[in-house]
């Protein structure tokens, strides 16, 4: 079930970014308010995921200082891959 949509965020912008702005959309079939909306979301998802700074309580600190301090899994296909001879070699 989709949410009604209730909200209105409003932008200014000059002539050239609207037209570029309404290619894009036109690009990706999609109206401009969807494209500014799937590549703004996009862009806080990568943003958000990408912070320097994250807090934890006691017992997520122990699960990843746990993972850190794990010996790495063993990988044999991926050693075998990077053994290889490269296709630029």
Known sequence: MQKSK??????RTNANVKA???QAAAA???TVS???LDSGLTAAS???A???LFALDDNQWTAFQAALDASPK???ALKKLLSSPSVFD
């Open 46 to 48: 990568e943003t958000l």
């Open 28 to 30: 990706t079939n999609k």
């Open 34 to 36: 969807e494209f500014l």
């Open 20 to 22: 570029v702005l309404q």
């Open 50 to 52: 990408n912070r320097k």
């Open 74 to 76: 063993d990988k044999p």
């Open 6 to 11: 209730t909200e209105r965020i409003d932008i």
